[in-house]
């Protein structure tokens, strides 16, 4: 069993910066893909972030390009989400997911590729 805990989420003022850190315990895999997703109040959870198991490939919705950097240490079995010009849109529960054992094809953008989630950490950006 893959336990994943998430921290680092708060409140900020637009524009402000966060990073969040998902660290991993129990038995896991480090050739896995690693990614965020979030919920805000009335929608679906939807794809913020992904990365590949050697982070050569990270992948963005557009909605976060150029604002957020997704990375991970492995020797830590950790992964991190940078966000930086925070606007109040990004105010949501941000969850980190985890592929588990690694799958032949990968569709990072999809929640149904990972295995385990965090139990979310909110993050509130006021305007």
């Known amino acids: 069993q893959v336990q994943l805990v998430e921290s680092g989420g708060g409140l900020v003022q637009a524009g402000g910066s966060l990073r969040l850190s998902c660290a991993a315990s129990?038995?896991?895999?480090?050739?896995?893909?690693m990614g965020w997703f979030r919920q805000a109040p009335g929608k679906e959870r939807e794809f913020v972030a992904a990365i590949s198991w050697s982070g050569g490939s990270t992948y963005y919705a557009d909605s976060v390009k150029g604002r957020f950097t997704i990375s991970r240490d492995n020797a830590k079995i950790t992964l991190y989400l940078r966000m930086n010009s925070l606007k109040p849109e990004d105010t949501a529960v941000y969850y980190c997911a985890g592929e588990g054992r690694a799958h032949s094809v990968k569709n990072y953008y999809t929640s149904s590729l990972y295995d385990y989630w965090g139990q979310g950490t909110q993050v509130t950006v006021s305007s």
């Open positions: 129990g038995r896991t895999f480090s050739s896995s893909a």
